[in-house]
């Protein structure tokens, strides 16, 4: 294994790791976060349906959304699916129902600090009593409720408005009437048209239960309220007009009870068309009392059977949703099973780790220590050779031109002629030199360089011919090979300058598919393979070419020339 790729393993090896940390973190967080959401999609999904009074489909995503919250034990929203399950029960006149559910939540509350959800579980709670005549109980809720710290103002005087409506039910007129009208001077209440109304209709109708006659003046004006809000209230605000007039003026008391009937019947308010077809029925004689009666009954057994009808759904569901339950925790079993022995695995797979980490540092330094020591000695190596060719091809130079300087008369142009162009010589030997030992530029300035270093020897005895070079597309070729090119050719054109004594070099270059094949041949002394061996730029060339899985051929005879073709993968 290289050093790079075992740099490369390592890294791999380490960012494995703390990927695998980063990601256990986000999972925890994507999947903290999914959960939330599936749960509110589901009570989103209720909130939809309950408005539109279905019922069955609101309270079939209630339980989807408690069983949702109950498994990743998000309390808050296991309580608001209970609340909300309790109303359903509630609305379908399921009291006994709705109150087992509500109860529910009474253990989650308290291990909770957040008390948001007391004040909707104890309005439920006020609102069952209400509806089962358990009137202790229900006013005890409603004040419970209003004593919660979090509960608002608004929320606080809307749970004394209800004990007041539970006070008219036991028909204590007056005791509702203490508490109601403090209420109707509140700035709360004044500026919520909602609570305004009802409060206004309640004490309008418990003035007309008293005989105080202030109670038209309030029933009506309430009634204008509820109309221009179009608020469900106004059938109260009809029904209790209606009776009101029952016994002044019956012509217009059945109007009224007419009025509330049919916007009960239009709001799809059953308990309500009961109240109102009793009104009827007490208003009216002969056939059309008659007619309202079979209509009391016919309604009050289509209550009776839906409301029955309702019941068995809900605990149809409720044992859909407790199998669902058991499933998922047999699910979470198996799961926990399978986490328990993937910890194992991740355990081994740890140790591993560390194993082939502490291996890989090993070798690292190790191959660190023997590439130093490499670099080191082909340092050591390249300077002995720079000192070897200053010495061989430099030295001599400079000591006759220093010789020729100092004995010749050099006022003279023939002698100025022969010291610069011995100058030039060893200016271009010297830059040669520098340039075997330089940094490569392997980009555009590539081929202006190769050209460069080329025409370098050339010379009035030799004469270096290039063929088909500017055909190359030089950029599609590797840096690392476009340097081993460079120097096997400044290694031939050395060796040929050293020994060949030729006049003439040609270098032929062409692209084969996806081949580059170059072919030098000169016309010079030649040479046998035992002379080839010996020598040891050639040796240099071989090596190069067989680095970048290339071939290399020598085709050479002595005195007749020396040939060598030599083909490189691009």
Not at 429 to 436: F, G, L, Y
């Amino acid at each position: 294994m290289t050093t790079k790729k075992l740099y490369k393993y390592i890294l791999v090896l380490i960012i494995l790791h703390v990927l695998q940390s980063c990601e256990k973190k986000q999972d925890s967080w994507k999947r903290s976060k999914a959960d939330r959401v599936e749960t509110d999609r589901y009570i989103d999904a209720g909130d939809s349906l309950l408005k539109k009074w279905d019922y069955d489909k609101a309270y079939y995503y209630y339980s989807k959304a408690k069983l949702s919250a109950e498994s990743k034990k998000d309390t808050s929203r296991m309580i608001l699916s209970l609340i909300n399950l309790a109303t359903i029960h509630h609305i379908q006149a399921d009291y006994s129902g709705a109150e087992t559910v509500a109860i529910e939540t009474i253990p989650l509350l308290e291990t909770k600090k957040d008390h948001s959800y007391n004040f909707d579980l104890n309005l439920t709670l006020g609102n069952i009593y209400s509806n089962t005549f358990d009137y202790e109980n229900a006013i005890y809720s409603y004040k419970k409720a209003s004593l919660i710290k979090t509960t608002t103002a608004i929320e606080k005087l809307a749970s004394l408005s209800n004990i007041a409506f539970v006070y008219i039910q036991m028909k204590e007129f007056k005791r509702a009437i203490t508490i109601l009208e403090p209420l109707i001077t509140k700035k709360e209440i004044l500026s919520d048209p909602s609570n305004y109304s009802r409060i206004m209709t309640n004490l309008g109708y418990c003035y007309f239960k008293t005989g105080n006659s202030k109670a038209l003046n309030y029933l009506n004006k309430s009634l204008q309220i509820r109309l221009k809000r179009n608020d469900i209230g106004k059938i109260s605000s009809y029904a209790y007009l209606s009776e009101y007039h029952q016994k002044k003026n019956k012509n217009l008391a059945n109007e009224y009870a007419l009025l509330a009937y049919n916007a009960a019947t239009k709001l799809k308010c059953p308990d309500d068309r009961l109240y109102c077809l009793k009104l009827l029925i007490e208003l009216n004689t002969g056939n059309e009392s008659k007619e309202y009666s079979l209509k009391y009954i016919h309604i009050n057994d289509s209550i009776t059977k839906v409301r029955q009808k309702a019941k068995n759904q809900f605990a149809k569901i409720k044992y859909d949703s407790k199998k669902e339950k058991d499933e998922n925790l047999k699910l979470k079993a198996q799961k926990g099973l399978q986490l328990e022995h993937q910890k194992k695995r991740n355990l081994i797979l740890y140790i591993v780790l560390g194993s082939i980490t502490t291996i890989s540092i090993f070798l690292t330094n190790l191959l660190l220590a023997r590439n130093k020591r490499e670099k080191i000695k082909a340092s050591y190596t390249t300077e002995i050779r720079i000192a070897k060719k200053l010495h061989d091809e430099l030295a001599n130079d400079v000591y006759h031109t220093i010789a020729f300087a100092e004995t010749q008369d050099l006022s003279t142009t023939h002698n100025k002629e022969i010291l610069i162009s011995n100058l030039d010589t060893i200016y271009s030997r010297t830059r040669n030199i520098s340039r075997e030992n330089n940094t490569m530029e392997t980009g555009s300035l590539f081929i202006t360089n190769l050209k460069e270093m080329m025409s370098g020897f050339n010379t009035q005895e030799v004469n270096v011919i290039t063929n088909g070079m500017d055909s190359i597309n030089w950029m599609e070729i590797e840096s690392n090979k476009k340097i081993i090119i460079y120097r096997i050719l400044q290694e031939l054109l050395v060796n040929m300058k050293k020994h060949s004594q030729c006049s003439l070099v040609v270098l032929s270059f062409k692209r084969n598919g996806k081949k580059l094949q170059i072919d030098y041949s000169d016309n010079g002394v030649g040479a046998t393979f035992n002379q080839l061996n010996s020598k040891n730029g050639l040796q240099n060339v071989e090596n190069r070419i067989q680095a970048i899985k290339g071939t290399i051929t020598f085709d050479t005879k002595s005195n007749k020339g020396f040939k060598v073709q030599f083909i490189i993968p691009i």
